[in-house]
Nanobody, 121 residues
Framework: QVQLVESGGGLVQAGGSLILSCTAS????????AGWYRQAPGKERALVAS???????NYADSVKGRFTISRDDAKKTVYLQMNNLKYEDTAVYYC???????????????WGQGTQVTVSS
């Protein structure tokens, strides 16, 4: 069964840090490109950071210098290190990725279930 599981969310004070993980299931061969998105109440889901298969990264302006996306291909995991968190970072964070599930098949834009990040002011 193909799965993408996020973890690491929680409650943190402003100025604190969290690390989110996004791990593909054992049935997945590998992760190609991946991205972290977030959706705050009443707002649309938006891209936070992305990473390509060669490690190139891209960040939303609001998180540049505070968040870092990285990947561990051996663990089939993508991380989002979040530092100096602000109240406005509060949202449900989702991971989405292109998953290679066989030598001949890639599932594009596969989404995880989301993890809540709450930053108290």
């Amino acid at each position: 069964q193909v799965q993408l599981v996020e973890s690491g969310g929680g409650l943190v004070q402003a100025g604190g840090s969290l690390i989110l993980s996004c791990t593909a299931s054992r049935s997945t061969f590998s992760i190609k490109a991946a991205g972290w998105y977030r959706q705050a109440p009443g707002k649309e889901r938006a891209l936070v950071a992305s990473i390509s298969s060669d490690g190139s990264t891209n960040y939303a302006d609001s998180v540049k210098g505070r968040f870092t996306i990285s990947r561990d291909d051996a663990k089939k995991t993508v991380y989002l290190q979040m530092n100096n968190l602000k109240y406005e970072d509060t949202a449900v964070y989702y991971c989405a990725a292109d998953l290679v599930i066989s030598p001949f098949r890639t599932i594009r834009d596969y989404w995880g279930q989301g993890t809540q990040v709450t930053v108290s002011s």
